[in-house]
């Protein structure tokens, strides 16, 4: 298996192209939508790390407490936790968009949540179980998802419902919101004369084996957050 690194130059047509041409084949390499969606948060989170230094303990404390987060930090990159996703659900890059959407109006609808790393994987998974179902013909169950994420179903069905009601079931994404969106990410893409991200290069047969693998629940790599 490969173990080095190549840099990756991604550009606004390839991602557009991804966005709305993308098809998913057994051989797919993860849409490149995942690679800037991981990117985006990643800076919010270090925002977020900025505001809590410079707030009072008491500021801190408010921020950090929320339904979304999880006992410990897990150890996985958000990079990592999207591949997973991806790699099991099967998920088109459509809803990727979709679930930036929703994570966009949830910290809007709530301005004293603030991502950060304990809340980070949680959030993720909720969002796009929610976006998948919005977005997707057929859909797995919520214990699936939750087997993905590294959650029990208890935990998922908690999320969903709490995150439905902090968004005011506001869920519709049409069409000039959904190209926004696309449109910003693109604008993410071209900043920097074409988004270079270093990332692992790919052994071909090992994602193309791992696709093939029954989608029964003891072919899940086990994850807990």
Known sequence: ???SSSSLA?????LRYDLYSYSYKEDSNTPLVINVLASLIERSMARTQRIVKNCSSALSKAISTNIFDCREIPDMTIQSYLERIFRYTRAGPSVYVVAYVYIDRFCQNNPGFRINARNVHRLLITTIMVASKYVEDMNFRNSYFARVGGLTTNELNELEVEFLFMMGFKLHVNVSV???????LEREVSIGGGYHIERTLRCAEEIKARHTEERGYTQITRVML
């Open 1 to 3: 298996m490969a173990s």
């Open 10 to 14: 991604i550009s606004p047509r390839k």
């Open 178 to 184: 959904f190209e926004s969106y696309c449109c910003h």
